[in-house]
T-cell receptor, first 111, second 117 residues
Framework: KQEVTQIPAALSVPEGENLVLNCSFT??????LQWFRQDPGKGLTSLLL?????REQTSGRLNASLDKSSGRSTLYIAASQPGDSATYLC??????????FGAGTRLTVKP | NAGVTQTPKFRILKIGQSMTLQCTQD?????MYWYRQDPGMGLKLIYY???????DKGEVPNGYNVSRSTTEDFPLRLELAAPSQTSVYFC????????????????FGPGTRLTVT
């Protein structure tokens, strides 16, 4: 059974710092891995999607990597800003149209 | 495009009551999904649909039913509400559920916060 774990559960950094969020999954047979942002009381906003054949995707200050063999993905945020404060979720898209989510990392960027 | 819309935003139910959570998307997506998110947890898939008239169970389907009579709508039905169904419910859609080329991006609605007491 696919298990998705995110570490740390919470992270607090000063503004301007570069940071890395971690996501691990137990079964490497995935279609893709997707990173989402969730603001309090809101739905999910897709940030980056990495196909199983890709190793990384970039969008602005965000870079996500995928290493299927080790069951890991990272989300790198450069030059963090207070507006980046949110919960970040990773999700592994399984071969049977199922999607397994991690519990998220709650990020706080202090001005 | 409005994207994925959900109604209601909030609801309080008594144990044993029933209700339908509505979900509509205007992106002509084939695939639609229902998830629940418990406090401090990730999302868990309840049901999904690959097109009108076709539905399938996800990870946690017990206590729920769905139907998909049109491409746009994917309502979730709770027949006998229980306290364990207190959660935030998210609907999502995507153009295609997956394939050898890899799965697509999912778009989420704002959620319905349900409390069963």
């Amino acid at each position: 059974k696919q298990e998705v774990t995110q570490i740390p559960a919470a992270l607090s950094v000063p503004e301007g710092e570069n940071l890395v969020l971690n996501c691990s999954f137990t079964d490497s047979a995935i279609y893709n891995l997707q990173w989402f942002r969730q603001d309090p009381g809101k739905g999910l906003t897709s940030l980056l999607l990495i196909q199983s054949s890709q190793r990384e995707q970039t969008s602005g200050r965000l870079n996500a990597s995928l290493d299927k063999s080790s069951g890991r993905s990272t989300l790198y945020i450069a030059a963090s800003q207070p507006g980046d404060s949110a919960t970040y979720l990773c999700a592994a898209h399984l071969n049977n149209n199922d999607m397994r989510f991690g519990a998220g990392t709650r990020l706080t960027v202090k001005p | 495009n409005a994207g994925v819309t959900q109604t209601p935003k909030f609801r309080i139910l008594k144990i044993g009551q029933s209700m339908t959570l509505q979900c509509t998307q205007d992106m002509n997506h084939n695939y639609m999904y229902w998830y629940r998110q418990d406090p401090g947890m990730g999302l868990k898939l309840i049901y999904y649909s690959v097109g009108a008239g076709i539905t399938d169970k996800g990870e946690v389907p017990n206590g729920y039913n769905v139907s998909r009579s049109t491409t746009e709508d994917f309502p979730l039905r709770l027949e006998l509400a229980a306290p364990s169904q207190t959660s935030v419910y998210f609907c999502a859609s995507s153009y295609d559920g997956g394939g050898l080329a890899g799965g697509p991006e999912q778009y989420f609605g704002p959620g319905t916060r349900l409390t069963v007491t």
